[in-house]
Each structure stands twice: as structure tokens, then as C-alpha cells.
């Protein structure tokens, strides 16, 4: 059937639905910025008041008292004892996250403003669950620590007819403590 056997004001019936077809959705094309605009006005909003509560925890945080501040450090009187604390942790972090600790070392303390820098050279090796479980426990754990250098070496291990790979890590660790430095 072709368009010019419809009667005329039929034609020019679906013409202009067309045309207002073609209108309506040009205008909702237009509303979708507008709607995405108001979609992240409201991620902002949230966003602003999530760093509102942030600010109000740091400003809380800030008037405790300095003995809540030594969380964050490391703990001891001395850097001697403090490198120790350093040890412990890393021990029980590798422990924790099924890494075979194969020798650590304090490194000689250095003093920075009202600080003791105490650093560990860690040598370990497991596997690549283990090692991203580790790191992310060194550096999102309370004392706060830091990690200085990182060599990961891949090892073929053939275990029970099936071949893994083991990780050969070495790393230094560094952490901060009030202690004095003491040889």
C-alpha cells in the first residue's frame, strides 16, 4: 500500500505524528544531561558530606589526648626495643597471611624531627594471595608502617604433580617510634 493512496488529511495526520514523534524524543534526549546533572549533583552532596564526617573524625581525633597519637607508632622506649616491636609485627603479618619468613634485619635507626625512623630488610616468599594480603596488612595497619623497597622474583614449584609459583619477596619496611636511638 503506498502513501499516496491514504486520503489527504490522513497523510497529514501521520505526518505530524511523526513529526511530533521525532519532537518528543529530541526533547527527551535533552532532559539526559539534565537528569544525569541532578544524578551527580547528589553524588557530590554525598561525597561533601562524607568528607564533612571525615572532618569532624580528624577534628575529634585532634583533641584527644597525645597518648591516643602513639597508636600509630611504634611501641618502645628505645629504638632497640622498638626495631624488635618492628620484627614481631612482620613476623606475625607474614605469618597471618601464609608467607614463610626467612630472615629479617633491623636497619640502624635514624632520627627525624621528633622521631625515630626504625627500618626492617625482610626477606620471605609464598605465594601471590599470601603477598597481596601481606602488603596490603603492612600498609593499611595500625602502627603505620611504610614500604621502602619491594623485589618479587617468581619461583617455579612443582607440588604433588602440579606446578605453582612460589614468590621469592625481599622488601624494607620502615615504621616511626618515639624512642631514643640507642645502639
Known sequence: MAVEAL?????RMAALSLVGLALGLAGLVALVPFARMAAVGEEIAAAADLI?????????AA??????????????????TAGAELQRLISQLARQNDMSLRSTHVAAPKREADFTIIGVD????GRMEGLRSFIHAIETGIPILFIEALSVRSLMATQSGEQ????????????YGVGKVVN
Open 164 to 175: 605453582s609459583v612460589s614468590l621469592d619477596v625481599t622488601l624494607k619496611v620502615r615504621g
Open 52 to 60: 564533612a564526617q571525615q572532618e569532624r573524625l580528624l577534628r575529634a
Open 7 to 11: 486520503p489527504r488529511p490522513l497523510r
Open 122 to 125: 625482610v626477606s620471605l616468599h
Open 63 to 80: 583533641s584527644r589526648p597525645a597518648q591516643a597519637a602513639r597508636e600509630v607508632l611504634l611501641a618502645g622506649e628505645s629504638s632497640g
